[in-house]
Structure formats: C-alpha cells, structure tokens
C-alpha cells in the first residue's frame, strides 16, 4: 500500500513541470486567399505522435490550440478533406505562439478516385462528423460504449442511451449495415474498440435518402461504424454464465464472424433478473440492460421491441438472436435478423387514487395479482439493390409472432369523500391471446440529370390478425340508496385485424442544380379495423359458455381512406437548407357494428396539411433546427361508434358519431453549439403543440361513484416543453480529466376537462433542474455524481379545485475502481425521495449495485462478483396525477441477491485483436 501512495505521489507531482501553451494562425485557401472553415488542427508529440490537443477552424478560417503539456517539442499539423496536409514542428520555449496565415493547397489526388488517409483526431467531411479512433484513449479492453464517452459531443448514460449533441442516437451500423436491427445497446455493448478504425456520425437517412443527398432525420442521429481492414475477417466473441443467492441466474454468450463484406453474428442469453437476456455488471458489457420500456393496457411489456411478460414484477426471460449482412454481385446488398424471446413474470401490486370532481372528491384502492408467459419471433430483412448508379430498390419486410397467456386476480373499491365504502368489485381473469402480424416497405427511386432531380415510389402494407380466449369470473357490488350486486362469468372469443396500405410518389424538378427543387408528391392511404369479440355466460344447465351475451358483444369494421396531393420547395445552401410543403387532405371515416345495423358513422373531411423545415449552421460548432408541422388526425373508432360499452358496469362508455377530426400545430426549434477545442458543449429545445377539436373525454360520476364517459371536440388544449442543457472537460492533463454538466428541463400544458357538466381548464407545470459532475483518473479510476430535482405543480382555472404541488429528489453516484492491477471495481447508487407520496408508501430509498472483477487466463476471462441492492431498499413507488386524479402505486421488486459469474472471451481478428495506430481512410 505504501507503494501504491509513493506512486500517486510521483504521479501528482510530475504535473507541476507542465506548463500552458496557446499556438493560433489562420487557414486559407493557397489560390483564392479565402479563408478554410472545418479543418481539424491538431498537436503531438514528437517523439511517439502522441495526441496533445486539438480544434477546428472558424468560419474564417482562424483556430487557437490550448493546453498544458510538459513536452518541449511539439508537432502542429493541419487536415482538411480535398487539401494537401501541414506539418510544422514547434519549439514551446514560448507559452503563446502566433503561426499567423497558413495557405494551403488543393490535393493534387482526386478524392472520388483514391483513398486518403490522415490522422485528425477529427474529421468533419459535409454532413459527417469522423473521429480517428487511435487518437482517443481509453482503459484496456474498452467496448465502443466505452470509447463513445471520450469522445467529444457524446453522452452516454448509464443505461446506455447515447446522444450526440444532444440528440438520441437511433442506431449503430457496422461497415453501412445493421447489426441486430436497431438496438444500438448490442453494437456499443459487444463490439470492442481495438477492432474499430472511425466513428462516423451522421443524421439518421433512409437508404433512399442517402442514394439522393436528401437531408435525413434532424432528431437522431446514426453512428457507423468502420471496421479496420486487418481486423475484418475472423471470429470474436464472448460467452458468460453465473449463479446466486434466491436461485439467482443469467447466462448470455454472443459469437461473430466476420469476413470482409459478409457478417454473421448468433447471440443467446436469459435470467431471472429482470433483464430481457441481459443484466448489470460483466454480462451487461455484452448486451447491456433494457433502454426503454413500455407497457399495454393488457399488462405485458415491450423492452427494446421485444415483449416479455405481463407486467410489473420479476420476469424470467429468454432471448435468441441472429443477425447476417452480405454483400451479392456488388449490387445487392441484403441483412436479415431474427429474435427469439420469451418469458415468465409474476407481480403484486397496490393502487390508492384520489379522483378530482367540481363539486367533491372520491378514492379508488386496488390490489392485484398477476402471473403470465410470453413467447414472440421477429424477423426483419433487407434488400438494397442498386442496379445502376441512378437506379435504387429498397424491400424490407418484417414478420413477426407473438403468444401470451397468464392470468389476473384483482381487488378494488371505490369510497366517498368520508372514506365511506360505495362500491366494491373482485375479478380473475385468464386469457390466451396470439398475433401475427406481416409488414413490408418497398421503396424504388430513379435519379435523372446531374441537377440532384429524382422519381420515388414508397409503398408499405402492413397486416395483423390477433385471436385469443378470455375468461371472467367477477362480482361488483353497488350500495347506497339502490344497491345491487352483480355477478359474472364469462368467455370472450376475440378476433382482430388490421390492415394499412400506403403509398407515396414524389417527383423533384431542379431549378437551380443541387441548390433549388420544386417537389410534387400524392399519397394515399387506406386503414381497416375489424374487431369483433363474441362474449358468452356461463350455462348453469349445460354447464358451458353456450348463452351468447349481445349486449356485451362487438363486431365492427372501421376504415380510414385519406388522400393527399403536396407541393414543396426546398432550397439547399452551404450553410443550411430550408423546406416548405403544403397538403389538401380528403378524408373519409366509415364504420359500422354489424351487431347493430343502426350503428354507423360515415363522415368526410377535408383539411390543409402544412409544413415548414429548416437547418442553419452558423459555424462548424453552432447550427439551429427549425420547423412547423399542422397534421390532421382522425378520432379512434372507439370514440366515433355511438355504442354504449358496459364491460365495466363501473366504467361505461359510449362514442360520440359526431366528432371531428383534430387539427394539430407543432412548432420546434433546436439550436447546439459544440466547441472542440474547449470540449464544452450547449443544446436547448423548445417544442409548442396546440390543438384544434382536441378529442377529450367528458365524464359524470353519479353518487355511487359510476363513471359515465362520452367524447368531445374542444379548443384551447396546448403544451409547451423545452430544455436546455451544458457541459464542458476540464482536462487536467494526459490523464486526469474532470467534466461538468448542468440542465432544466420544463413542461407547461393547458388541458380542457368536461366533469359532471362542469368545463374547465387545467395547468400542468413540471420543471426539472439537474446537475452532474464526473472526475476521471485514466488507468486509475472513475466518478460521477449527477442529481435532479423534480418540480410539479397542478392548477386549475376554477377556484373549486384546490392546487397541488410535489417535489421528488433523485441521486446518483457512479464509480469505477481499475488498481490493484486485473481488478475493477463498480458502484451505482441511486438516492430517492418522495416526500409528498401517500401515508404506507415508501417514501424514500437507497439502491447499491456493485460489481468487482477480477481479469484472469491472460486477459481473457473475468470472474465477477455482484451483489444487487446492496442495502435491500429497492422500491418502485411512484406517485403520478393529471387534470383529475392523483394515484400512488408500488408493486413488487426485485430484491437483494448476490451473484457469481463467469466470462470468457475469443478473438482472431487480424493480428489477435492487437491494437494498431489506424488510420481514417475517406471514399
């Protein structure tokens, strides 16, 4: 140990014979003088080409290098695609330097005949932002997650979220092709950064966009990842299993294959851990836990798009995938995916809500129970087959099947102001219900002239057929002045289908080449819903379901034929470009119950449709996002028949046939201002929506507490969301670094609510401050301290409703330990508190995860020790209110366990995986 103190001891005080450097100059163009913007200027070292600093140039062409370093003799070097490299060799006898004009010359080489190589840690080629993968270091065995988190402008979050200035990454490619569909989390989370030569980020396109030069997706962003040559044919992967306390266990493995354009890549894995074939800790390295989770009003849950279970609770999962990308004659290329998944889960859950009417107010209490078992297959493919240099065809289809069953035993009452019991209701219900479902997009596009002009055809159909049983054994119970009890037990046979065509064809004219384009476009689409759900009772006599119940029973079709002529107007410059559109909507509602002919709904609409895009770049650090968006959208067919739903005796609902399509504005600008040199980066966003016949629900509780809801068309329904964050690296020196991070984040909507005759309007305000903070030591270790508060406020526009507020704190500590040498050491702590939830919620609690691995058998194996929840304080308790209620909750979690695993990893790409200097080659 004493040791180990003398060598932090040397370490801290060789820093002391740093010293501050600021070396500045101005690039321009050696024939016209004109000044070069988004060159990547950068410093090494002599000695070995070290990395030291790095910046950009202006948009006149200036740039200043900063910095500490402790060498005496630096080598400044400047790379700007289409131009010839400059080398100059400095002394740092003087801490600031002025280099003053440096004309260069264009590259002799032709760019779109020949490979150029250069070594920028920094590239930014039009819309692609390239970074030299050897120039960024990072701790030995380092996956792309964790190469993404030193490089300037990206965020990675502990769940594996990635934002590049600001903007969520939607997907990973490999060499241009997918790798398992659009889930980056596999690609940053198995694929290791001695493989990798450049990261290129762009927009996020469709493979049609990009044959075009049409500018891709503004809110995402799309990462490619380019395989150094020597490194792209062989076999790497990794297999891992563990086992622990409470019958704990995971298990994954995950093998590649790769050889040049072809790629084939087979993964497995499952637990009981509540990750869908993935977990914390050393397994998490090789698929990562879930990024986003969702779940449906029948209780099961989707992670990443793929479902497992029925809820809440601890799930059981299994997971197997594969996914092939190929290269055939040159022209086609073709990926396919597949995913197998299936799962376990049971929960416990309790509900307590305070419902909100004008003239009083009301409590719900629930408690439920349920288990279920999910099985689905997914299989996504590709063809992308360019016959010609302006002739493109795009086919991707998906097919997919999914089967739950489970069951569901609930517990609810309803109870007056004075908490006097007024209704009461038991149930269990089991069902089994599978889906199929088929989609394909087909997209053929024909460029002409070299003006940048083009025809396109995009067509997708999608189809999906869902059956299923479902029983029912209730008893709801009404008291007061005319109670009654009411008993059911019931099978529901259930057939859907839905069907959707759409197509698009749009022609661009030139009207100034590449610059100014006049775009006619018609689309057509056709949406039908047949939904039709036979309940029977339960025959005493016969002892079977045979008494069909046509009360309770739906049989109806829906069809949604909307038709769409647009013109537009798109201008590209240099420094942006902009988008205008405008769409006449013809559109046509139809329904009908064939169970009830009197039933019906034809309507027709017409409607303008309006667009307005646009993206500015001030520099290569600043550019701003703009647009408007009016759309037109449709009622749902349950809100449209005029039935009267009586499923629920306590919650019944008729539609409304005379509804009107809505009418919604959306305005949004984004502005993000990156600085390389400084390593600080700014982003905001403000988003408006505002709504024209905003459907809302209107509802009358009668003095049992019954629900009677029915739908309307109202104005005034607006939101208003935005957020704004920074954060900058300090770097100490070669080694230690410090990075600080501020945001807000708010939220301002006006809701138009219809209770018990009663019209009002509602406020909701949240504002979310955070703060974080990270510290790193390379090769020693890692901390990050980051904290939020939640602020929210709920008031209303009549005086009879009294206004809520509620605070909730949310801390998080990370560390990573890398000494003594093969071990490393993680924590995740997470600090809550809810101090406004209700009386027998938990109010606050710590969550400690931690991880300590061991790295043996040359490197590659890792024995991992993980204990989950530490402090044995997990809770999901959470409180959530609108315009009318506000509800506590908590269900069952997974509790502490302790965990031993085991991991081997293999690798013969090029020379063992050996990492090399690399350099960014362009084509």
Same mark, same amino acid.
């Given at each position: 140990?004493?040791?180990?103190?003398?060598?932090?001891?040397?370490?801290?005080?060789?820093?002391?014979?740093?010293?501050?450097?600021?070396?500045?100059?101005?690039?321009?163009?050696?024939?016209?003088?004109?000044?070069?913007?988004?060159?990547?200027?950068?410093?090494?070292?002599?000695?070995?080409?070290?990395?030291?600093?790095?910046?950009?140039?202006?948009?006149?062409?200036?740039?200043?290098?900063?910095?500490?370093?402790?060498?005496?003799?630096?080598?400044?070097?400047?790379?700007?695609?289409?131009?010839?490299?400059?080398?100059?060799?400095?002394?740092?006898?003087?801490?600031?330097?002025?280099?003053?004009?440096?004309?260069?010359?264009?590259?002799? &080489?032709?760019?779109?005949?020949?490979?150029?190589?250069?070594?920028?840690?920094?590239?930014?080629?039009?819309?692609?932002?390239?970074?030299?993968?050897?120039?960024?270091?990072?701790?030995? +065995?380092?996956?792309?997650?964790?190469?993404?988190?030193?490089?300037?402008?990206?965020?990675?979050?502990?769940?594996?979220?990635?934002?590049?200035?600001?903007?969520?990454?939607?997907?990973?490619?490999?060499?241009?092709?997918?790798?398992?569909?659009?889930?980056?989390?596999?690609?940053?989370?198995?694929?290791?950064?001695?493989?990798?030569?450049?990261?290129?980020?762009?927009?996020?396109?469709?493979?049609?966009?990009?044959?075009?030069?049409?500018?891709?997706?503004?809110?995402?962003?799309?990462?490619?990842?380019?395989?150094?040559?020597?490194?792209?044919?062989?076999?790497?992967?990794?297999?891992?299993?563990?086992?622990?306390?409470?019958?704990?266990?995971?298990?994954?493995?995950?093998?590649?294959?790769?050889?040049?354009?072809?790629?084939?890549?087979?993964?497995?894995?499952?637990?009981?851990?509540?990750?869908?074939?993935?977990?914390?800790?050393?397994?998490?390295?090789?698929?990562?836990?879930?990024?986003?989770?969702?779940?449906?009003?029948?209780?099961?849950?989707?992670?990443?798009? $793929?479902?497992?279970?029925?809820?809440?609770?601890?799930?059981?999962?299994?997971?197997?995938?594969?996914?092939?990308?190929?290269?055939?004659?040159?022209?086609?290329?073709?990926?396919?995916?597949?995913?197998?998944?299936?799962?376990?889960?049971?929960?416990?859950?309790?509900?307590?809500?305070?419902?909100?009417?004008?003239?009083?107010?009301?409590?719900?209490?629930?408690?439920?129970?349920?288990?279920?078992?999910?099985?689905?297959?997914?299989?996504?493919?590709?063809?992308?087959?360019?016959?010609?240099?302006?002739?493109?065809?795009?086919?991707?289809?998906?097919?997919?099947?999914?089967?739950?069953?489970?069951?569901?035993?609930?517990?609810?009452?309803?109870?007056?102001?004075?908490?006097?019991?007024?209704?009461?209701?038991?149930?269990?219900?089991?069902?089994?219900?599978? =889906?199929?479902?088929?989609?394909?997009?087909?997209?053929?596009?024909?460029?002409?002239?070299?003006?940048?002009?083009?025809?396109?055809?995009?067509? *997708?159909?999608?189809?999906? &057929?869902?059956?299923?049983?479902?029983?029912?054994?209730?008893?709801?119970?009404?008291?007061?002045?005319?109670?009654?009890?009411?008993?059911?037990?019931?099978?529901?046979?259930?057939?859907?289908?839905?069907?959707?065509?759409?197509? $698009?064809?749009?022609?661009?004219?030139?009207?100034?080449?590449?610059?100014?384009?006049?775009?006619?476009?018609?689309?057509?689409?056709?949406?039908? =819903?047949?939904?039709?759900?036979?309940?029977?009772?339960?025959?005493?006599?016969?002892?079977?379901?045979?008494?069909?119940?046509?009360?309770?029973?739906?049989?109806?079709?829906?069809? +949604?034929?909307?038709?769409?002529?647009?013109?537009?107007?798109?201008?590209?410059?240099?420094?942006?470009?902009?988008?205008?559109?405008?769409?006449?909507?013809?559109?046509?509602?139809?329904?009908?119950?064939?169970?009830?002919?009197?039933?019906?709904?034809?309507?027709?609409?017409?409607?303008?449709?309006?667009?307005?895009?646009?993206?500015?770049?001030?520099?290569?650090?600043?550019?701003?996002?703009?647009?408007?968006?009016?759309?037109?959208?449709?009622?749902?067919?349950?809100?449209?028949?005029?039935?009267?739903?009586?499923?629920?005796?306590?919650?019944?609902?008729?539609?409304?046939?005379?509804?009107?399509?809505?009418?919604?504005?959306?305005?949004?600008?984004?502005?993000?201002?990156?600085?390389?040199?400084?390593?600080?980066?700014?982003?905001?966003?403000?988003?408006?929506?505002?709504?024209?016949?905003?459907?809302?629900?209107? *509802?009358?509780?009668?003095?049992?507490?019954?629900?009677?809801?029915?739908?309307?068309?109202?104005?005034?329904?607006?939101?208003?969301?935005?957020?704004?964050?920074?954060?900058?690296?300090?770097?100490?020196? %070669?080694?230690?670094?410090?990075? *600080?991070?501020?945001?807000?984040?708010?939220?301002?909507?006006?809701?138009?609510?219809?209770?018990?005759?009663?019209?009002?309007?509602?406020?909701?305000?949240?504002?979310?401050?955070?703060?974080?903070?990270?510290?790193?030591?390379?090769?020693?270790? +890692?901390?990050?301290?980051?904290?939020?508060?939640?602020?929210?406020?709920?008031?209303?526009?009549?005086?009879?409703?009294?206004?809520?507020?509620?605070?909730?704190?949310?801390?998080?500590?990370?560390?990573?330990?890398?000494?003594?040498?093969?071990?490393?050491?993680?924590?995740?702590?997470?600090?809550?508190?809810?101090?406004?939830?209700?009386?027998?919620?938990?109010?606050?609690?710590?969550?400690?995860?931690?991880?300590?691995?061991?790295?043996?058998?040359?490197?590659?194996?890792?024995?991992?020790?993980?204990?989950?929840?530490?402090?044995?304080?997990?809770?999901?308790?959470? $409180?959530?209110?609108?315009?009318?209620?506000?509800?506590?909750?908590?269900?069952?979690?997974?509790?502490?366990?302790?965990?031993?695993?085991?991991?081997?990893?293999?690798?013969?790409?090029? %020379?063992?995986?050996?990492?090399?200097?690399? %350099?960014?080659?362009?084509?």
């Amino acid at each position: 140990m004493r040791n180990y103190f003398l060598v932090v001891f040397i370490l801290i005080a060789s820093l002391g014979f740093s010293q501050n450097f600021q070396v500045s100059g101005t690039l321009t163009d050696k024939e016209s003088s004109n000044p070069l913007e988004a060159a990547t200027v950068f410093m090494e070292t002599v000695k070995d080409s070290t990395l030291i600093t790095y910046t950009i140039t202006d948009r006149n062409g200036k740039f200043v290098l900063e910095g500490k370093t402790s060498e005496k003799s630096v080598r400044v070097n400047i790379s700007f695609v289409g131009y010839e490299n400059f080398q100059k060799e400095l002394n740092l006898d003087k801490p600031i330097q002025d280099l003053g004009i440096i004309p260069i010359s264009v590259s002799v &080489a032709n760019l779109d005949e020949v490979i150029v190589k250069s070594r920028a840690p920094v590239t930014i080629k039009k819309d692609t932002l390239e970074f030299n993968v050897a120039s960024f270091k990072t701790k030995k +065995d380092a996956n792309i997650e964790d190469l993404l988190k030193e490089l300037p402008g990206v965020e990675v979050s502990p769940d594996g979220k990635i934002k590049v200035n600001g903007k969520e990454v939607s997907n990973i490619m490999v060499n241009g092709k997918p790798f398992f569909g659009n889930d980056p989390t596999i690609a940053s989370r198995n694929l290791t950064k001695d493989i990798v030569e450049k990261v290129q980020i762009v927009d996020t396109k469709g493979k049609s966009e990009a044959f075009t030069g049409e500018k891709g997706s503004q809110e995402s962003k799309t990462i490619n990842l380019t395989i150094k040559e020597e490194n792209n044919k062989g076999v790497f992967g990794r297999v891992a299993a563990g086992g622990g306390t409470d019958e704990r266990f995971e298990y994954a493995g995950i093998f590649n294959y790769f050889d040049n354009d072809r790629r084939l890549s087979v993964l497995g894995g499952g637990n009981n851990i509540n990750s869908p074939g993935f977990s914390f800790g050393e397994i998490e390295k090789m698929f990562g836990s879930p990024r986003n989770m969702s779940m449906s009003s029948s209780g099961s849950f989707t992670i990443d798009g $793929r479902s497992f279970g029925y809820g809440d609770g601890i799930v059981n999962s299994r997971i197997l995938g594969s996914s092939y990308a190929d290269v055939i004659e040159k022209k086609t290329d073709i990926s396919a995916d597949y995913f197998y998944s299936s799962s376990n889960s049971y929960s416990d859950s309790k509900t307590q809500r305070e419902n909100i009417l004008p003239d009083r107010s009301y409590f719900t209490e629930s408690n439920s129970s349920t288990n279920s078992d999910t099985d689905s297959h997914n299989v996504n493919l590709g063809f992308d087959i360019k016959v010609d240099s302006t002739f493109l065809i795009n086919i991707k289809p998906n097919i997919s099947y999914s089967k739950l069953s489970g069951h569901r035993e609930t517990d609810a009452a309803s109870l007056d102001e004075n908490k006097l019991l007024t209704n009461s209701s038991s149930l269990f219900n089991s069902n089994e219900i599978s =889906t199929r479902q088929f989609k394909n997009q087909l997209d053929l596009t024909k460029k002409y002239g070299a003006g940048g002009g083009f025809f396109k055809v995009n067509f *997708t159909n999608e189809w999906n &057929a869902t059956t299923g049983e479902d029983y029912l054994l209730s008893t709801k119970q009404i008291f007061g002045d005319n109670p009654f009890e009411e008993n059911r037990n019931q099978f529901t046979n259930v057939e859907k289908k839905y069907s959707n065509y759409y197509t $698009r064809l749009t022609y661009r004219l030139p009207l100034l080449p590449k610059k100014l384009f006049w775009e006619l476009s018609y689309t057509y689409g056709f949406k039908q =819903t047949m939904n039709a759900e036979s309940v029977f009772d339960f025959n005493e006599v016969s002892q079977n379901y045979t008494l069909f119940n046509s009360l309770l029973s739906t049989d109806y079709t829906f069809k +949604d034929i909307r038709s769409t002529p647009l013109a537009s107007l798109v201008l590209n410059t240099e420094k942006g470009w902009v988008n205008l559109g405008a769409g006449y909507v013809f559109r046509k509602l139809q329904g009908e119950d064939a169970l009830r002919p009197e039933l019906k709904v034809d309507n027709n609409f017409e409607a303008w449709e309006l667009y307005m895009r646009g993206n500015f770049k001030f520099s290569s650090k600043a550019q701003i996002y703009t647009g408007y968006v009016l759309r037109n959208e449709a009622p749902a067919i349950e809100q449209l028949l005029p039935n009267t739903n009586v499923a629920d005796p306590l919650n019944i609902i008729t539609g409304n046939p005379n509804l009107k399509p809505t009418n919604n504005h959306s305005f949004y600008l984004n502005y993000n201002n990156y600085d390389f040199q400084k390593g600080s980066g700014f982003y905001a966003y403000v988003n408006v929506d505002a709504s024209e016949n905003a459907v809302v629900a209107t *509802t009358n509780v009668d003095a049992n507490n019954i629900r009677n809801t029915t739908y309307a068309n109202v104005n005034g329904k607006y939101s208003i969301r935005g957020s704004a964050s920074t954060n900058r690296k300090h770097s100490l020196d %070669s080694l230690r670094s410090i990075k *600080t991070g501020i945001g807000v984040y708010g939220n301002f909507s006006q809701d138009v609510n219809f209770n018990n005759g009663l019209e009002y309007k509602s406020h909701n305000f949240t504002l979310t401050p955070n703060a974080n903070l990270s510290f790193s030591w390379q090769k020693l270790f +890692d901390i990050r301290v980051y904290y939020s508060l939640g602020i929210s406020k709920n008031s209303f526009e009549s005086n009879i409703f009294e206004d809520r507020n509620y605070l909730n704190h949310s801390v998080k500590l990370s560390t990573s330990l890398y000494v003594p040498k093969n071990f490393e050491w993680k924590n995740e702590i997470d600090f809550d508190y809810n101090p406004d939830i209700a009386p027998g919620f938990q109010k606050s609690a710590w969550f400690w995860n931690s991880t300590l691995a061991y790295s043996l058998l040359k490197e590659q194996g890792t024995l991992t020790l993980k204990v989950y929840d530490l402090l044995n304080q997990n809770t999901n308790a959470r $409180r959530t209110f609108s315009e009318n209620f506000i509800q506590d909750n908590q269900s069952t979690v997974l509790r502490q366990y302790f965990m031993l695993s085991f991991s081997y990893k293999f690798n013969t790409l090029g %020379s063992k995986g050996e990492t090399g200097r690399g %350099s960014i080659y362009f084509d």
